[in-house]
């Protein structure tokens, strides 16, 4: 841009009307560069969405090979990714046009420049004007090292509008407002672990209510589940404890004291949810419990294996401890993947422990090892658990029967059954089955 300013102050130096009419083309070069702009960013962010596209399809489709393969339809599925491909060559093409439209317009507007300079200033010398031949020929080369970094500012900005439309998807997320506020100032390093849900009123949206005047109690160490058909607001109990959603009305209480009075870092702190579905990363078993965290020593994850007795399984994978998982744990069944995910929250040492459908999807052979290292994960610790497998929850402190956001049930295994509700009919079901 500096060389641009430099070499028009020399043109009009050296001749103020040649100068003139090098320029003569620029306001043209000016709307050539603004529609280049408008039409170059929609056609690369169309560009970015069909490369999305392509990688989540992609990504999909060597995930669920066998879903493809088991329901015949590798046909159609190849047919939906060659249009996918299509669309992103289309998309690929309209940028290109443009690019190639823009360019040929720069270098046409810098040959009609030197032509008009070459017949103005001809028309000059001949007719004994004030104009040089050298003048002249500096002219033309003043406008060939003037469109020169034009032509670079427009292949730059062709590379800053592709860098612009990818970072703006980034920042789109980054932009993102948190909607739940943290004005917490309670920072306590150990809680007891009573939790006390309080005439709470929760909705997704609006007041079509998950959760309605919902009330219950769980003492330091004890053991809740709760049951019911989907949607009955199991995992919102959950999600609410967290504070991952706020509730409209009522409060939730740990030790006596409001979440919300709580930073959500520390509140999350001594909370920890294990998920039917556990993310490992593609890396080794012992990175994996690690998670980089430079306190948790080798010696302490392998003496916490053999508490929970997992540690034989470790050893028994290939390379033991430094077995790669692959990506997302691909490479171990569900259970084995919930084994994992028990050691990592057994180190960790949370005060509350929630188990949202951890052991629904468990393979039998994995399972009386997984009952075991539960029995001593939530040993001492307040523990929640969803569950749909009504065996596994027979030995809990509490059960409660939920049904539209509100108990409907609520007692011991024992007692569930001897009140013959809907508890009992759930069981006999399922122990029928």
């Not at 090979?65 to 669309?87: A, G, P, T």
């Amino acid at each position: 841009l500096l060389k641009l300013i430099v070499v028009v102050c020399m043109m009009f130096y050296t001749d103020w009307r040649l100068a003139l009419m090098s320029l003569i083309a620029i306001p043209i070069l000016l709307i050539a560069t603004s529609w280049f702009k408008r039409n170059i960013k929609s056609a690369f962010q169309q560009v970015r969405k069909e490369v999305s596209n392509i990688n989540t399809f992609v990504q999909e489709h060597i995930v669920g090979m066998n879903l493809v393969q088991i329901f015949n339809r590798e046909e159609s599925e190849y047919k939906k990714f060659k249009q996918i491909n299509k669309d992103h060559l289309s998309a690929h093409l309209r940028s290109v046009f443009y690019y190639s439209v823009f360019f040929p317009i720069v270098e046409i507007l810098s040959a009609l420049s030197i032509g008009l300079v070459i017949w103005y200033g001809g028309e000059a010398i001949i007719s004994g004007k004030e104009v040089t031949l050298g003048e002249l020929v500096a002219f033309i080369l003043y406008i060939h090292m003037m469109f020169r970094p034009i032509r670079q500012l427009a292949d730059r900005f062709n590379i800053l509008q592709m860098g612009i439309v990818g970072s703006e998807r980034v920042f789109k997320v980054l932009d993102t407002e948190d909607f739940i506020a943290d004005n917490g100032k309670k920072e306590l390093d150990k809680i007891e672990g009573n939790v006390e849900y309080r005439n709470v009123q929760f909705a997704y949206k609006d007041e079509d209510w998950v959760l309605n005047n919902l009330s219950f109690k769980i003492e330091k160490g004890k053991h809740l589940a709760l049951v019911g058909r989907t949607g009955s607001g199991k995992t919102s109990i959950i999600n609410i404890l967290n504070r991952f959603y706020e509730i409209q009305e009522g409060e939730i209480l740990i030790d006596g004291i409001n979440i919300t009075d709580f930073s959500l870092r520390n509140l999350r702190k001594h909370i920890v949810v294990v998920q039917q579905e556990v993310h490992l990363f593609s890396s080794t078993i012992m990175e994996n419990i690690i998670l980089f965290n430079k306190d948790i020593k080798e010696d302490d994850v392998i003496n916490s294996a053999k508490e929970i007795g997992i540690h034989d399984f470790i050893m028994s994978l290939p390379g033991g401890y430094s077995y790669v998982v692959g990506e997302r744990g691909i490479t171990l069944s569900t259970g084995q993947r919930q084994l994992i995910s028990f050691l990592r929250v057994y180190l960790r040492n949370p005060e509350i422990l929630i188990l949202d459908e951890a052991t629904s999807s468990i393979d039998s052979h994995t399972e009386e090892i997984l009952q075991t290292a539960l029995k001593k994960l939530s040993e001492g610790r307040t523990t929640i658990v969803i569950a749909h497998r009504l065996s596994t929850i027979i030995n809990s402190d509490k059960i409660l029967l939920l049904e539209d956001g509100m108990v409907l049930e609520e007692g011991t295994h024992a007692e569930l059954l001897e009140k013959g509700g809907k508890y009992s009919e759930m069981y006999i079901t399922q122990i029928s089955d």
